[in-house]
């Protein structure tokens, strides 16, 4: 590759709407190119460290026995009905109608088509699959934002796995979580892997790969001692017991509250401290009012509200659905003596007695209230937002909160849409079985991103040599003198005929300006080639991670850069389990 013939439009200054790091470098190093909200195009620099990070991918995914296929982005509406999720996703899934009438949709994703593909399985014999794809993704996100890290159009490489049993889709689970494992680890992508929910995938375990980043917007609880990770949609942490007192009042009694409004207006005015008091919210699940309880200083974490109730609909219940269900407004809310509307508590209340709720009358509360006695529980669930500095619910050491991007999250999804889609084979004794399914996710442009945020200087970019879009650039400094111009074309064949993947910056510009680009859009190493240097018969090596510089006799110079990055690709190769 010759700079001088590629389009590579660096930028000196940084733009005015990039916010996120990797935004912001992408962009002025003339790697992608905005279109509209959340659409980006790749120029060819970008291209270049797309396919490697897809080659890697390609790499482990063939490991583990992955077969690759391309199934269509655009794909017939009525095949989400019948897995239940073409409502249930929204507005989210962007929807169109052909000229026929047919409706159809973007490809949000691919469980259904590659299920609907696994009609054709017939028997037990075939088991397990694993089907994988690298395939545009569209999501109508509301609030597109940090360059390519959420975008409404992007490449997923998803898999699917098809099992016999549970059993099957354990080990098809734990060779994916291996092979991400493997893949981060190669690209240079710090991960933790954490719990998480499966929010509208459906199924029951799930793990995200998450890297932390100031730029995520993902809270994950870790416990530095003994590992234990999850996001806060899914982490839970060990509560020290609380003490209610020597007995329950007799029973619940009125307490005039007047302006109070919020819990720390009856902590400060009545003396009655948050976590001895009940949080009432009203929520709409599935259209029904739902009262849900929590201690007063805990949030909820509405994730687990919706994995809790399976619900297809759930929404915070406006100011004149609450008056009506309850007869009061926010504030003098409570679950006291309501028998007509569904109660979920949170399992932190579960015991407690001598606490203080709304009353459903404004301006009034209930102080020694009872939970057990006093109040209906429906069902008992985890519904509570952990904090930071909680114990860790496996060593009771503080939890930590870090804020993180999601690179790659892994699902057991069960038989949601094998039995949607009627896939079944026959078994050993004859009979009819629906394989169990796996599904399995990595975005490729948002590792990009992710790789951009974690390899960057003050100077730009500093790609990892296994995905850095050239592995060297060789640096005319003197493209005017003969000797160091014939000079730097002997050496950029020379390394094309080692096999590095050479850049010769033979541009009529400055030196300062070249040095600048280089460093800019992150390339391992640089030779410069120029007229002193040649006069002593050196050129001179700078590697871009480390800044280290020297003068290598030119006839070294392949050697030197090969060395470079010899060892730079085995310390990647080192770090994958």
């Known amino acids: 590759m010759r700079w001088s013939q590629l389009h590579i439009p660096t930028l000196r200054e940084d733009p005015a709407d990039a916010d996120a790091a990797s935004h912001r470098l992408l962009l002025r190093g003339g790697f992608i190119r905005q279109l509209m909200a959340g659409h980006y195009s790749m120029l060819p620099l970008g291209m270049r460290v797309r396919a490697k990070i897809i080659g890697i991918i390609r790499e482990e995914m063939n490991r583990i026995g992955g077969q690759e296929f391309l199934l269509p982005a655009m794909q017939p509406a009525w095949i989400w009905e019948k897995s239940g999720r073409l409502d249930v996703i929204g507005e989210e899934m962007f929807r169109l109608t052909d000229r026929k009438g047919a409706e159809m949709v973007l490809g949000f994703t691919h469980e259904e088509i590659f299920a609907y593909l696994a009609q054709e399985l017939s028997s037990y014999r075939e088991l397990p699959q694993v089907w994988y794809q690298f395939q545009t993704k569209f999501r109508d996100e509301p609030r597109p934002k940090s360059g390519l890290l959420r975008v409404r159009e992007f490449t997923m490489k998803d898999s699917y796995t098809f099992d016999i049993d549970e059993a099957g889709l354990d080990a098809s689970f734990e060779a994916h979580r ?39 917007e993902d809270l994950v609880a870790h416990c530095p001692d003994c590992g234990y990770a999850a996001n806060l ?17 007799a029973a619940p009694e009125r307490l005039a509250t007047p302006g109070v409004r919020t819990i720390e207006d009856l902590a400060q005015g009545h003396g009655k401290p948050a976590d001895r ?102 069902r008992w669930t985890d519904l509570r937002e952990v904090r930071a500095g909680e114990p ?59 790789l951009a945020e974690v390899h960057h200087d003050d100077a730009g970019l500093a790609w990892p040599a296994q995905v850095a879009p050239a592995d060297v650039v060789v640096v005319l400094v003197t493209p005017k003198d003969e000797q160091a111009r014939n000079a730097a074309e002997v050496l950029y064949g020379e390394l094309l005929e080692a096999g590095a993947d050479a850049l010769l910056d033979d541009r009529d510009e400055r030196p300062g300006v070249k040095f600048r680009d280089a460093e800019l859009t992150g390339i391992p190493c640089r030779v410069a080639v120029g007229r002193r240097d040649l006069a002593d018969g050196v050129v001179e090596f700078a590697g871009r991670l480390t800044g280290e510089k020297e003068r290598v006799p ?8 090969q060395r470079h990055l010899t060892g730079q690709r085995a310390s990647a190769a080192g770090s994958a389990p």
């Open 233 to 249: 949609e899914k982490a839970t942490s060990a509560l020290p017991p609380v003490e209610d007192g020597p007995g329950p009042a």
């Open 392 to 450: 860790c619910p496996g060593c009771g050491t503080p939890l930590e909160v870090i804020r993180t991007i999601e690179v790659g999250h892994i699902f057991k999804l069960g038989r949601k849409y094998t039995t949607a889609l009627g896939v079944s084979v026959l078994g050993p004794d004859g009979q009819s079985i629906v394989p169990i399914q796996g599904s399995y996710g990595i975005g490729v442009e948002r590792a990009m991103a992710v």
């Open 554 to 561: 030119v006839g070294q110079a392949v050697t030197r850069v």
């Open 277 to 378: 008091q009940i949080k009432t919210l009203v929520y709409m699940i599935d259209g029904q009012p739902t009262l849900v309880l929590l201690r007063g200083d805990h949030p909820l974490a509405e994730q687990k509200l919706a994995d809790g109730t399976q619900a297809a609909d759930i929404r915070p219940a406006h100011p004149d659905e609450i008056r009506e269900a309850l007869g009061a407004s926010p504030g003098s809310l409570g679950a006291v003596g309501v028998t007509g509307l569904p109660v979920i508590a949170d399992l932190a209340l579960q015991g407690r007695r001598d606490m203080t709720t709304g009353a459903n009358l404004d301006d009034t509360h209930l102080t020694g209230v009872d939970v057990a006695r006093d109040i209906n529980v429906g």
């Open 178 to 216: 291996g092979a991400y494992q493997r893949i981060f680890a190669r690209l240079g992508i710090p991960v933790i892997a954490v719990e998480a929910s499966s929010g509208n995938m459906g199924g029951q375990d799930s793990v995200e790969f998450m890297c932390p980043a100031d730029a995520g």
